[in-house]
């Protein structure tokens, strides 16, 4: 008598190495949805779920009926069989908890990561046995950014070195109102730069009404700090931030004027080793500098450019060191696309600007850019950008000549 295999042919079953892998998954969505009754396909690659030992796939079309679907990491689509290293399931039944009519309830599917106790348990069955193989011990989890339908929800974002580690780190504000940070990993590896996540502030946090922030170092010791501004018009500075919070804070300014800062940015604006100073673009165009801002606060500052038709239309800065000059240059995006480098910005002004992206560019869909140093070295002249879909991209080595790489870090 022959096996049932051994006249039509299998699949085998495989180890992934890592829970990143390009695969082909295949499903039968029911029949409401798919008429016809035929098999949908999609290659893609594989994302860590965050906070499981399971694998994400983002593929449209993978509506209720797939739970089960392979994922081939080869595919004789001929024979239909290859080696299989997931199948749709896990986490939720294999798709986000979503309402049917959110994009990602159709896009997103998940897999369980093939580990020993799964191969214990296929070759039990195999078998005929029934085996104790003791407690389940949850491996340790991979780390993770998480997908797109997550990052669209990342209002605001600042970079600094918040981990006392030596590396970029980047802290991420929410819509919810929490607040996770994101560890450099020290690689320099720009396909990643983070090797850990804390959450800093719960949903539903005062975090729900921060409007601006930006990082800075704004003493000679310990962790860089964020100022913030907040719906009310409260300037706030945190002297540190780290792993566990916000701490040493101080207001900065406290009337409804500053509601009309419409952005800020921190860098190294004036002689010192330290950057605080900060960039304020107001909402009548004007573009003002404070120096100092730990010691001095904003009592004082510095227009560097009067009352205009122009900067209402910039949506986007960030301060990092782009072309070599002794002060920090501004980054600027336009609400057409269009994105400049002002090249050391001081006291004395704007000193020009360098187009890096024209206007009509796909950079009119950057909803939040922020600089920080994520590369080998420790210049913060690598720029990333959370996109309108919720992808993240980091653009590496960012100078005058403009943006020469750029890695996807969330699809």
Not at 198 to 206: D, I, T
Not at 316 to 328: A, L
Request: aromatic share 10%.
């Amino acid at each position: 008598m022959s096996n049932l295999q051994d006249a039509v042919g299998g699949s085998t079953l495989a180890r992934p190495a890592t829970p990143e892998n390009a695969v082909t998954t295949v499903g039968y969505p029911n029949v409401g949805r798919n008429p016809q009754d035929r098999p949908v396909q999609c290659t893609s690659r594989t994302q860590v779920l965050p906070g499981y030992n399971q694998m994400r796939i983002d593929c449209a079309g993978m509506w209720d009926g797939v739970s089960g679907g392979p994922f081939f990491s080869t595919l004789d689509r001929a024979r239909g069989t290859g080696e299989i290293i997931g199948n749709v399931g896990g986490w939720n039944g294999g798709g986000p908890g979503v309402p049917t009519t959110h994009p990602a309830y159709n896009r997103i599917s998940y897999s369980p990561v093939y580990t020993d106790r799964f191969f214990q348990l296929y070759d039990d069955a195999d078998n005929g046995r029934h085996s104790d193989f003791g407690s389940y011990l949850q491996p340790a989890l991979p780390f993770a950014m998480g997908g797109w339908e997550q990052w669209q929800n990342a209002r605001l974002l600042a970079t600094g070195e918040f981990t006392g580690e030596g590396s970029g780190d980047l802290i991420a504000v929410w819509a919810d109102g929490s607040v996770d940070l994101y560890q450099g990993s020290g690689t320099g590896d720009p396909q990643r730069p983070f090797s850990a996540t804390v959450r800093l502030a719960a949903p539903g946090s005062v975090w729900k009404n921060a409007r601006a922030i930006a990082g800075g170092k704004f003493t000679g010791s310990g962790t860089d700090g964020l100022i913030v501004r907040w719906s009310d018009g409260e300037l706030s500075e945190y002297r540190h931030v780290d792993r566990t919070g916000f701490h040493d804070e101080k207001a900065l300014a406290k009337h409804k004027n500053w509601q009309n800062a419409r952005l800020i940015s921190v860098g190294r604006h004036t002689p010192g080793a330290l950057r605080d100073d900060m960039v304020v673009v107001w909402a009548n165009g004007s573009v003002g500098m404070y120096a100092d801002v730990d010691t001095r606060a904003v009592s004082k500052g510095t227009f560097l450019a009067k009352p205009n038709k122009t900067w209402p239309y910039a949506t986007q800065i960030t301060s990092g060191q782009f072309t070599g000059k002794n002060s920090d240059d501004l980054l600027v995006r336009w609400t057409d696309g269009e994105t400049t480098i002002h090249p050391g910005v001081d006291f004395a002004g704007l000193h020009g600007e360098i187009k890096i992206r024209p206007s009509k560019s796909p950079w009119s869909r950057a909803d939040v850019v922020t600089a920080g140093a994520f590369g080998p070295d420790a210049a913060r002249n690598d720029v990333l950008v959370r996109w309108r879909d919720g992808s993240v991209t980091l653009h590496p080595g960012v100078d005058k000549a403009g943006l020469h790489k750029e890695t996807k870090l969330v699809r």
